[in-house]
């Protein structure tokens, strides 16, 4: 049944959808750029307003049966009525669920694009070749969702593994389905260097930062540092004669961002400042959640990256996330990408906060 609270929340959209479309249709310009904001409105409405027209006319439905089965003079069609009646409830459960997560589950900044940190922890060269396997494990998370994935710094080791990397992933509802990504994740396995055949542990912290627009967050420029220097390599070495990477400091918070990966001073610039936009907005954000935190249980975790959320066992072939005590049996799945359900878990989990 629907709930009054979705029921008046339908009716809003519905009016605002149908608002919207008169809008444009008596529009006298036909030029774009004047009505790109009417028409990103539009689009945005449109697919939850599509779902919204489907549940009212499964409940119609539903409602023009059960008004059958209550008629005495229709009762040769009473069992067929009652078939119909329990696939409709089916089909109305399915959706009252997507609606109540897409209305009422939300998080500001859910359909944000964001900027992910994967550092090497404890463990030396293992958690090294771990952050890599992380990173592709993410990027081929954002194939599978069509997302576009950007390298904005990196620094690896020569064996293939990763130190520190920061990369931009840009698609729709990006922020969305990797916010419960941020802490510690651990891995239980035999490195191939390893002779006796003996089990390591060795983590890698991620932290998953929100992409604010510029109107959200405002750097003073007065409050950096800039410094230019030298891109360097494995090992350290300067691989560039002109110096091209950007360091920047924000003085009030000492937040750092550094770029050198790409071969321009301006574009490194850019994207040391658009990391460092993400830090003080993630920052903030922060500061909100822990002061609302206080009132009550955060059983998802405070994703705190000092948190050890998951765990990747490799001789056992499981990841188990410590949050929801969910257990995903196919490891090699979930490193290439596969890990919805582990996602899934951790949604429910807050929903039942």
């Not at 009417?38 to 119609?60: G, P, Q």
């Not at 459960?93 to 859910?110: A, G, P, Q």
Request: glycine share 6%.
């Amino acid at each position: 049944m629907m709930s009054n609270k979705l029921e008046k929340k339908i009716t809003e959209i519905l009016s605002e959808f149908k608002s919207v479309e008169n809008q444009i249709s008596n529009s006298n310009s036909s030029n774009y750029e004047e009505n790109k904001t009417i028409y990103a409105k539009y689009s945005e409405l449109k697919k939850i307003a599509d779902i919204c027209e489907s549940y009212n006319e499964l409940n119609k439905q539903l409602k023009e049966l059960k008004s059958v089965i209550k008629d005495p003079g229709s009762k040769d069609i009473h069992e067929l009525a009652s078939e119909e009646i329990n696939t409709l409830n089916t089909q109305i459960n399915i959706i009252n669920t997507e609606l109540e997560d897409k209305l009422f589950n939300t998080d500001e900044d859910d359909q944000s694009n964001v900027i992910m940190e994967i550092r090497a922890g404890t463990g030396g060269e293992e958690a090294s070749l771990f952050a890599q396997d992380l990173y592709r494990m993410y990027t081929r998370y954002a194939q599978r969702n069509g997302w576009k994935s950007n390298i904005l710094n990196s620094n690896t080791t020569g064996l293939g593994g990763i130190k520190e990397i920061v990369f931009e992933l840009i698609g729709e509802n990006v922020y969305k389905s990797l916010k419960y990504e941020s802490g510690v994740h651990r891995v239980q396995r035999i490195p191939s260097t390893e002779s006796s055949g003996r089990i390591h542990t060795s983590a890698a912290t991620v932290a998953v930062l929100p992409l604010p627009d510029e109107v959200n967050i405002e750097v003073n420029p007065n409050d950096l540092e800039i410094d230019v220097f030298h891109a360097s390599g494995n090992g350290g070495q300067n691989v560039q004669k002109v110096a091209t990477a950007i360091r920047i400091t924000h003085i009030p918070t000492g937040i750092i961002s550094v770029c050198q990966d790409e071969r321009s001073q301006l574009k490194n610039k850019e994207k040391a400042l658009s990391v460092l936009q993400a830090r003080i907005y993630d920052m903030e954000k922060r500061k909100k959640e822990e002061e609302r935190a206080k009132d009550r249980k955060q059983q998802v975790g405070s994703g705190d990256r000092s948190e050890r959320i998951r765990t990747y066992n490799f001789p056992q072939k499981r990841v188990t996330d410590h949050r929801s005590k969910f257990t995903h049996h196919e490891i090699d799945k979930v490193l290439d990408g596969e890990f919805n359900s582990i996602i899934e878990s951790l949604v429910v989990l807050n929903a039942n906060e």
